[in-house]
């Protein structure tokens, strides 16, 4: 059994309250199936967990038990004597996969007083135990902590007291059951090995001593794989502690931490820290309120230290405390009775982030219990959309009312993200899976889950007038679904505008769009838009003329002579100029709104003709002259005719000609400009080789003006022959410019 350096004791007090926790007991031992569980639980591959209790069972010699972590507990092997009895430590699983352990006594029964020294013992996954070593004092007596396997493959222990000293042995033994003792101890040393080895990163090998040392209250050593030891630290008493009854623990710090069950400043024990080297500090010394002798400690998944406490009188029934690595100390949970009382192994965290263990007494029957503890509680943090919701499936989160809860460590809970309308889901962020709008997290840390959503934004189209209005993907249909649409933010959208028979678009308002093109409105879902499509009836415009010339609209949609007539839309002004051809001058407007000389504004309001009058001129002509009236041929004369009046706004067009149309060349029709009473035109002539004259006549309507013209002849000047003998005279090259020269008609 667990030899605890406190007297164990049934008085019962009052200690400090604990937070609440979600604390179960899920098997209570009843002597048949065990009695006095002391060591710890551990979890096997198989996900079950495995255990001792060190009296109990049919021979009332201890068992071994396996249990779900529902609680459904099965016994394995039923201690005889001879194979052992008072197994009180952890099982180990090697890597073979079997188990092996140890009994305080039993084995060879003629020994240590006749209880036998206690055993090595191998047992398979289905409960078949052999047992491995059997000690008979002088190599160790009592193994009371459980077996650690090591780098090399082989176990390691130690016994409470026997060896070659009678202080206790450390031992190695194969998993074939060769047996070594490595190291034995003398009392300066240390005595009384209670709690396990570690091996620490070193390789070496690290352990306490409940007795001895320098001051007699306890060592911490470090032994090399090769039994070379070394005290690294020699407890005082009351400042730093004394007789250390559980093994140490190599925290992810690289430092050991460890417990000493009496001395501190109530001499209730102390928590420790110990360098590799040997620097020790003590983190926290436990008072009555406590519980008195703290266990070995673990290192959970949150780096935090876990422990019971108060296996003795004369304070508690015991305690599960929480220790922070720089000393913080929490009690976790405080046992009463039922729960069971005296809880002396170490915790196990097993893999769904939950502590168990088991206590050595009481509890709904009489014999002790195995419990489960929440693990550590860590918080989900949900941060969804303003617009959004997020629920968990237990309801603890519902943003916006709760968007933080406390979940125990490992529990899994499911969030679903949802919308009001304004939004859609769009991913989650810090999941462990997703499975659409559902976010799945496993609570072995603080978590934070984000749910994100993209705003939905509203498109509204309106239509003035008869026509519709169609988007490019069919969500908006005018005459069908004129309203509004919700679209996802960034969405591009094409509006076309298509008016009715008989009507008009007239184009895009309210500022929706980013781009227009005629009857396409083009734009980005960004924000809410609104647009606009303005659609007028369409009504006829007709343009007829009186006389000869032409009007035009300023949007050229009307040129009359060839299209006199088009349609706009209700309300449209349109303007119109008047043109009169050559000959006439254009007089009035008909049907306009407005008017401005041979300008016209008309108004659409309805159906509408306007029209335009122009008007013949009888423009006589009085002379025409010309200068100089006698040159030589190949030079120009000017013509000069002269108007009786002022020539019309159209123009007046004269038509000019030569009796002598090889010698004398004038233009075949000249245009005198509106109002211009003269007109002055180049005449040119060609070169004659005898004198030549010729009547040049001007015709206007019914009017006829002549005047006749003498040309010379043009004797070019003779030559020198050239060199080459070539006497041929030529026309100097400047006459030969002069009589090709074409002179555009000269205005006076």
């Known amino acids: 059994m667990r030899s605890s350096l406190a007297v164990i004791g049934f008085y019962l007090a009052t200690v400090l309250a604990s937070p609440a926790q ?11 199936n065990g009695h006095h569980a002391s060591g710890a639980l551990i979890q096997g591959t198989d996900g079950n967990l495995y255990g001792t209790t060190a009296s109990g069972g049919t021979n009332f010699n201890g068992t071994i038990f396996r249990m779900t972590t529902d609680g459904a507990l099965t016994t394995l092997h039923y201690f ?11 099982l ?12 305080h006594y039993g084995g060879k029964m003629f020994t240590c007083q006749g209880n036998g020294c206690g055993t090595v013992f191998r047992m398979t996954p289905d409960g078949t135990l052999t047992t491995l070593y059997r000690f008979s004092g002088i190599d160790g007596m009592y193994p009371d902590a459980s077996l650690i396997q090591a780098s090399d493959g082989n176990l390691y222990g130690v016994t409470i007291s026997g060896g070659l000293h009678s202080g206790g042995t450390v031992f190695k033994v194969t998993l074939g059951g060769a047996f070594t003792t490595i190291y034995n101890f003398s009392g300066p040393d240390g005595h009384w090995v209670q709690g396990r080895l570690v091996q620490a990163t070193d390789g070496n090998f690290y352990g306490t001593t409940g007795w001895g040392g320098t001051d007699g209250n306890g060592t911490i050593f470090r032994l090399t794989p090769q039994g070379k030891l070394t005290t690294l630290y020699s407890f005082k008493g009351p400042g730093d502690g004394a007789f250390p009854a559980a093994g140490l ?6 430092n050991l931490y460890g417990t000493n069950q009496n001395a501190g400043s109530s001499w209730c024990g102390t928590a420790f820290k110990i360098t590799l080297d040997g620097t020790l500090t003590t983190l926290y010394r436990f008072n009555s309120p406590d519980a008195c002798g703290p266990g070995e400690l673990i290192q959970a998944a949150d780096g935090n230290f876990y422990g019971p406490s108060g296996g003795g009188i004369p304070y508690s029934d015991g305690i599960i405390f929480k220790m922070t690595p720089d000393g913080t100390l929490t009690t976790m949970h405080t046992f009463a009775p039922n729960d069971g009382i005296y809880p002396q192994g170490a915790l196990l965290q097993a893999s769904d982030g939950n502590f168990y263990g088991t206590t050595y007494l009481y509890g709904p029957n009489c014999c002790g219990t195995v419990f489960r503890m929440v693990g550590s509680s860590w918080p989900l943090t949900a941060t969804p959309d303003a617009q959004a919701d997020v629920t968990s499936a237990d309801g603890y989160i519902k943003c916006g009312q709760t968007c933080v809860a406390q979940y125990p460590a490992g529990q899994v809970v499911s969030l679903t993200a949802t919308t009001h309308g304004f939004s859609v889901f769009d991913s989650w962020i ?29 498109l509204n189209v309106y239509t003035g007038g008869n026509g519709t209005v169609t988007s490019n993907d069919g969500h908006i249909n ?13 969405t591009g959208v094409t509006l076309t505008a298509t008016p009715d028979p008989g009507w008009a678009f007239i184009g895009w308002s309210y500022g929706g769009c980013d781009r227009v093109n005629g009857n396409t409105c083009s734009l980005t879902m960004n924000s809410n838009k609104a647009v606009l499509a303005g659609f007028k009836f369409i009504y006829p415009l007709a343009v007829s003329k009186s006389g000869s010339g032409s009007v035009i609209s300023g949007d050229g949609h009307i040129s009359c002579g060839s299209r006199c007539s088009s349609s706009y839309p209700d309300g449209t002004q349109i303007g119109l100029s008047a043109m009169p051809s050559p000959g006439y001058t254009f007089s009035s407007w008909n049907g306009c709104d407005s008017t401005l000389g041979n300008l016209c504004t008309a108004l659409i309001s309805s159906a509408k003709n306007v029209s335009a009058t122009f008007t013949f001129a009888q423009v006589p002509l009085t002379s025409l002259t010309l200068k100089p009236a006698s040159l030589k041929g190949g030079d120009m004369a000017i013509a ?3 108007l009786g009046q002022s020539a019309p706004s159209g123009g007046l067009s004269i038509a000019v000609s030569s009796n002598s149309p090889t010698l004398v060349h004038p233009p075949a029709v000249i245009v005198v400009p509106g109002g211009m009473t003269s007109f002055s035109f180049a005449v040119r002539t ?10 040049i006549t001007a015709t206007a309507n019914t009017s006829h003006v002549g005047a006749t013209l003498t040309l010379n002849v043009q004797r070019p000047p003779v030559q020198a022959p050239s060199t080459n003998g070539n006497s041929k005279a030529t026309v100097p090259q400047a006459e030969r410019a002069r009589q090709s020269t074409y002179r555009q008609p000269v205005q006076q």
């Open 640 to 642: 000069t005719v002269n």
């Open 430 to 458: 810090g999941c462990d899976s997703v499975n659409g709008n559902v976010c799945t997290v496993k609570m072995d840390y603080e978590r934070t889950v984000t749910a994100t959503y993209t705003p939905l934004y509203d």
């Open 80 to 90: 005889t004597g001879s194979d052992g009895w008072a197994p009180s430590s952890a």
């Open 22 to 32: 979600n604390f179960t007991v899920l098997a209570a031992f009843n002597t048949t």
């Open 92 to 103: 180990l699983q090697a890597t073979d996969g079997n188990f092996y352990g140890t009994t």
């Open 686 to 695: 060609s070169v004659t080789r005898q004198k030549a004259v010729a009547t």
């Open 249 to 254: 623990v190599q925290a992810t710090d690289g």
């Open 478 to 490: 005018c005459g069908t679904v004129c309203y509004y649409y919700n679209y996802v933010s960034g």
